[in-house]
C-alpha cells in the first residue's frame, strides 16, 4: 500500500506565503516524478509543478518566479513554496507520483487527498 500524505496548506492573505509538503508512505521501492497539482472550485484540475528522479522541474505560466518545488528523496517527500500568493492560486493542491512499489511491478500513478489553499484579497 502506498500513501502521499499532503500537509502545509491553509489560509493567507493576497502577497503571504505558503510551504506544502508532501510525504509517501508504504511500500515503495523507487520514486520517478513527483509533481502538485491544483483544482479551483468549477474549474479542471491543472498542473502546477513537477520535479523528476533526475530534478529537472516543470512549472505552470501561471506560477513561474513565485513558487519553487524541491524534493527530499531520502525522505521520498516533495514541497512546494509558494510565494507572492494571489487569489487565484485559492484551490485544493493535490500531490502526485509515479513509482514502482517493487523492482517487477511497473511505474504506477498515485495521488493523495489534497490540502486547501485559500488566498484572500
Known amino acids: 500500500q502506498v500513501q502521499l500524505e499532503e500537509s502545509g496548506g491553509g489560509l493567507v492573505q493576497a502577497g503571504g506565503s505558503l510551504r506544502l509538503s508532501c510525504g509517501a508512505s508504504?511500500?515503495?521501492?523507487?520514486?520517478?516524478?513527483m509533481g502538485w497539482y491544483r483544482q479551483a472550485p468549477g474549474k479542471q484540475r491543472e498542473l502546477v509543478a513537477t520535479?523528476?528522479?533526475?530534478?529537472?522541474?516543470n512549472y505552470a505560466d501561471s506560477v513561474k518566479g513565485r513558487f519553487t518545488i524541491s524534493r527530499d528523496y531520502a525522505k521520498n517527500t516533495v514541497y512546494l513554496q509558494m510565494n507572492s500568493l494571489k487569489p487565484d492560486d485559492t484551490a485544493v493542491y493535490y500531490c502526485n507520483a509515479d513509482l514502482r512499489t517493487d523492482w517487477t511491478t511497473k511505474m504506477n500513478n498515485y495521488w493523495g487527498q489534497g490540502t486547501q489553499v485559500t488566498v484572500s484579497s
Open positions: 508504504g511500500t515503495i521501492f523507487s520514486i520517478n516524478a
Open positions: 520535479i523528476t528522479a533526475g530534478g529537472s522541474t
